[in-house]
Nanobody, 116 residues
Framework: QVQLVESGGGLVQAGGSLRLSCATS????????MGWYRQAPGKRREMVAR???????YYADFVKGRFTISRDNAKNAVNLQMNSLKSDDTAVYYC??????????WGQGTQVTVSS
C-alpha cells in the first residue's frame, strides 16, 4: 500500500509561488532518498528534485534557482517550495522515494496549474 500523500497544489499566476508537501511513513522517510517528480499532459514523468537522508539536494536544470526541496524530519515530510512559476511548470506533482520509483508505487499526486 502506497503511503505517500501530496498536498499544496493549486492554481497560481505565472511568477507566483506554491509550497507542496508530502506526508509519508517513517519507514519510508528515514531510510530513503526522497524526491519530487512531475508529469504534464502527454509527457513522461520527470524528476524535479531529490534530497538524500543527509539533506544533499539535486535539481533538474529547469527548476534550479526557483525550487527548493527540504525534509521535515519531525513530520516525516518532504516539501517543495516553488517560486517564479512558469506555465511550463503546469503538471501533476508526485513525491516518492527512490525505492518507490523502482517499484512503480506512486501516490495520487497534486495538480499544479500556472496561468500565463
Amino acid at each position: 500500500q502506497v503511503q505517500l500523500v501530496e498536498s499544496g497544489g493549486g492554481l497560481v499566476q505565472a511568477g507566483g509561488s506554491l509550497r507542496l508537501s508530502c506526508a509519508t511513513s517513517g519507514s519510508i522517510f528515514r531510510f530513503n532518498v526522497m524526491g519530487w517528480y512531475r508529469q504534464a499532459p502527454g509527457k513522461r514523468r520527470e524528476m524535479v528534485a531529490r534530497i538524500t537522508t543527509d539533506a544533499l539536494t539535486y535539481y533538474a536544470d529547469f527548476v534550479k534557482g526557483r525550487f527548493t526541496i527540504s525534509r521535515d524530519n519531525a513530520k516525516n515530510a518532504v516539501n517543495l517550495q516553488m517560486n517564479s512559476l512558469k506555465s511550463d511548470d503546469t503538471a501533476v506533482y508526485y513525491c516518492n522515494s527512490d525505492k518507490g520509483t523502482r517499484e512503480g508505487n506512486w501516490g495520487q499526486g497534486t495538480q499544479v496549474t500556472v496561468s500565463s
